[in-house]
């Protein structure tokens, strides 16, 4: 998009800075969702969940500020804000809702399906083999 600095900032540039807002928002859950993968897939102390949200709180705000230099010559503006929250809102509401899903299912299939490898392993003998005595045929 080309927007002259002088004249963007009429209500139809105003909505498209919205626009734009709302859209970065929606992709800042999708880096979320990283976040949320990394949570679900190791146990976190409550001090590195903090240092998590802490961390993703800051990218949100340097975006913000990144996109506030560039698109409006660095004044902050309350409704970018808004839009990048109601863009991240409904990624989470909507996509994100399916993506968190697809992430439980495939951690419990991985889960249940090194649970019975393990299980066959042991029973066929094969650590044995591979591995000499094990703790529970000593």
């Not at 105003?14 to 990283?34: H, I, N, P, R, S």
């Not at 503006?77 to 929250?85: A, I, Q, Y």
């Not at 951690?107 to 650590?127: C, D, H, P, Y």
Request: glycine content about 12%.
């Amino acid at each position: 998009m080309n927007f002259n600095p002088g004249s963007f900032l009429t209500v139809s540039g105003e909505l498209q800075m919205l626009g734009l807002a709302t859209v970065l928002g929606a992709l800042l859950g999708a880096v979320f969702d990283v976040f949320r993968l990394f949570r679900m897939s190791l146990q976190h102390k409550p001090w590195m969940v903090f240092v998590e949200d802490l961390l993703f709180t800051l990218l949100f705000g340097t975006v913000w500020f990144l996109f506030s230099v560039q698109m409006l010559e660095g004044q902050l503006r309350g409704f970018v804000l808004c839009g990048m929250v109601a863009g991240f809102g409904l990624y989470l509401l909507t996509i994100g809702r399916i993506i968190a899903g697809l992430f439980r299912t495939a951690g419990k299939f991985l889960r249940n399906t090194e649970q019975f490898v393990i299980g066959k392993a042991r029973n066929s003998g094969v650590a044995k083999k591979f591995f000499g005595k094990t703790k529970k045929s000593s």
